[in-house]
């Protein structure tokens, strides 16, 4: 699968990286963040197709020197093609709070706790005599994930964050149809997730 991923963070820090350049490297109580990420995704094998969309910006603010509280906003779209066609589309809602060991230096690590959730509607095309179908599913998340953030200017930082331990529910809306739940625990570098994060 080829999949792009692009900070939404990126478009603002280049538009004002000049624009507060008396700003030391590091975090500070008070201080608003903004991250998140788009992403554009294309699979082919044979008949089968896949393309997806998604964007997730995010924001946090300083409360202590250490500690960061925030949200998420996340729509993803997908469409699925294999004889038949579905389609995904997936809004999200979600709230973290981050603990940074040394926010005030350029280099630092923190934890973060985040909590998600999701409601996607499921459309499918029926194939000979069968009809359409339509359904909905709710989901809701927790995370445990480590992390790490540099600054490379006074406003501008790169982070990496994994997660290594996580909770996920889905409700499908559909008669008949069972909750799926998954727990996860460990550390798999595979699933880094690296993204730019601009301090205001």
């Known amino acids: ?33 903004i991250s998140g990420a788009v992403g554009f995704g294309s699979e082919k094998q044979g008949d089968y197709k896949l393309n997806s969309f998604e964007i997730a910006p995010s ?23 294999d004889g038949f066609e579905t389609k995904t589309n997936t809004f999200s809602i979600g709230a973290f709070g981050r603990y940074y060991f040394t926010p005030a230096s350029k280099f630092s690590f923190f934890g973060e706790l985040a909590a998600n959730y999701s409601s996607s509607k499921i459309e499918q095309e029926g194939v000979g005599p069968l009809p359409d179908t339509e359904y909905k599913e709710n989901g809701f998340g927790i995370e445990v994930a480590p992390g790490v953030s540099y600054f490379l200017n006074s406003n501008l930082a790169i982070e990496a964050k994994f997660g290594i331990l996580g909770y996920n529910t889905v409700d499908p809306d559909a008669e008949g149809a069972d909750s799926r739940n998954s727990f996860n625990f460990g550390l798999d570098l595979r699933d880094i997730n690296l993204g730019l994060v601009y301090k205001f």
């Open 59 to 81: 924001i946090g603010y300083f409360v202590t020197s250490n500690i960061a509280i925030g949200g998420r906003l996340g729509y993803e779209s997908q469409k699925e093609e």
């Open 1 to 33: 699968m080829k999949k792009v991923i692009l900070s939404v963070a990126a478009v603002f820090a280049f538009g004002f990286a000049n624009a507060q350049e008396t700003v030391s490297e590091g975090f500070a109580k008070g201080d608003l963040f």
